[in-house]
């Protein structure tokens, strides 16, 4: 997403997701039976299908066209967790590793999208953004963002590494601040400055403190930044979209059906805001169906939070609970930025909870002297 560069990027993003995750999760699914979701949640599996195939009803009233392509969006939600799931029951010790590696890769590309930045063609002339998919100041900031909140989770064992993912760090905040996405900054400084509740250790301090300082830092000596665009027709395009969840509150619009908010002489093809463009488009129903995981994920990583990938969940909850009420166009679109945000957090979670589950049943069956179940 971050990585890939040049004219055709998209479609060689979007192959190369198909051919390395999604071809493969579905594979391994008709090979093992769909095995790895045995130990799995099921108020939650249940749940999570209860939404996917309400929003493919939409699509019954949804406008435009291209209605049985949309239901590949669900399908590939489907593969995302189930290629999620089997891989952390099969290698565990290898799920921080690629979580590690992929932070390093999105600081990477940050620092590229910055060196590079004076020679780019881009609309924002004082605002970074990323490359292709991250083509907006907001979603390059979140994508970033994520990136920064999860890599915080996972320091190095070797002291020789630690460096590195500082510089990756630092790499990734420079640039989550060079986007003057206010959404972000607020994000970040909530997930950083409620650390020390949810992280053990001199770290989760330093963090804070460094978030506290650098918010009185830009209060006292930059407010300007924080204030000359003020409020950014937020409330304005709130009022107009909860007037449209009103008016269609059961079925909605419809799965990927595009509408548009206009305030005065500016208008929006989305709510800038993922919970109601949620209820814009599922209605009231899905909007309650997905609120219903998405506290089932932050509970999650809060209860798992002396795990690494516990606070990695929580850490993502709580980054994502703030920066998604500014912006994040929808729940269900084909693999994009959001998904860090949204299924990310709902994958690792569901791994978590499935992995548990299937070590207590090992447990069991090795004390009732059953032979284990191979997977």
């Not at 009185?216 to 395009?237: D, F, M, N, T």
């Not at 093809?269 to 109601?276: K, P, R, Y």
Request: with cysteine.
């Amino acid at each position: 997403m971050a990585l890939v560069l040049g004219p055709h990027a998209s479609s060689v993003y979007h192959w190369t997701v198909a051919l390395l995750l999604f071809v493969p999760a579905l594979w391994l699914w008709i090979a093992e039976r769909g095995r790895s979701l045995r130990d799995a949640p099921r108020a939650v599996l249940l749940v999570c299908a209860a939404l996917l195939v309400w929003a493919c009803l939409t699509l019954f009233w949804a406008s435009g066209g291209h209605q049985v392509e949309r239901i590949k969006v669900p399908l590939f939600i489907v593969l995302y967790l189930y290629a999620w799931v089997a891989w952390g029951l099969s290698r565990p010790e290898r799920v921080e590793f690629l979580l590690r590696l992929t932070g390093l890769g999105m600081a990477l590309s940050a620092l590229v999208a910055m060196l590079a930045f004076p020679w780019r063609d881009i609309v924002w002339t004082h605002r970074m953004v990323g490359f292709d998919m991250l083509d907006g100041p907001n979603l390059s900031a979140y994508a970033m963002g994520a990136a920064f909140v999860w890599l915080a989770q996972l320091p190095p064992a070797r002291a020789g590494w630690r460096a590195w993912w500082l510089v990756a760090l630092a790499t990734l905040l420079v640039f989550v601040v060079w986007t003057g996405s206010r959404g972000a900054w607020l994000a970040l400084f909530v997930c950083l400055v409620s650390q020390p509740l949810w992280r053990p250790g001199r770290m989760a301090r330093w963090f804070a403190g460094g978030g506290l300082l650098a918010a009185v830092a830009v209060i006292v000596l930059k407010p300007a930044e924080l204030l000359h665009r003020g409020l950014s027709y937020r409330p304005q395009i709130l009022e107009r979209a909860l007037a449209m969840i009103e008016r269609h509150p059961w079925g909605g619009l419809g799965m990927g059906s595009k509408y548009t908010i206009a305030v005065g002489n500016r208008s929006w093809t989305h709510s800038h805001n993922l919970f109601s463009n949620i209820g814009i488009e599922l209605g009231l129903p899905g909007l309650a169906l997905w609120l219903v995981l998405w506290c089932w994920v932050g509970w999650i990583g809060w209860r798992m939070r002396a795990a690494t990938l516990g606070r990695v969940v929580l850490g993502l909850w709580v980054f994502a609970s703030v920066a998604l009420q500014f912006d994040g166009p929808s729940l269900l679109r084909s693999p994009r930025p959001e998904w860090l945000l949204t299924w990310l957090p709902f994958a690792l979670a569901l791994m978590l909870m499935t992995r548990c589950a299937s070590r207590a049943s090992l447990q069991r069956d090795v004390t009732a002297g059953k032979p284990p179940i191979e997977s």
